[in-house]
């Protein structure tokens, strides 16, 4: 389940617990409202968290490589030609 379904889930919670005034015989729509809603809230949680794991950022190397070879193009490498 993503990060809409948990909102989702959520809003749903909020509807059934806040905005309804329906009467079910044996089942109480406050109570599933309110279990939606912490569950949406568990989802999204552990949605954030694990997309800030993906987010790490590598830190680029400490040290950097040199060439300190010299590139002649135009000769030979012993300065001969040139």
């Not at 005034?21 to 949680?45: E, K, P, T």
């Amino acid at each position: 389940m993503g990060l809409g379904g948990c909102i989702i889930l959520i809003a749903v919670g909020a509807i059934l617990t806040f905005a309804t005034d329906w009467d079910m015989q044996g089942v109480n729509l406050d109570l599933v409202g309110i279990i939606f809603m912490i569950v949406g809230l568990i989802g999204v949680a552990t949605f954030s968290s694990i997309a800030k794991r993906r987010r790490v950022m590598v830190p680029p190397p400490a040290t950097r490589v040199v060439d300190d070879r010299r590139h002649n193009p135009g000769g030979y490498s012993d300065g001969y030609g040139a």
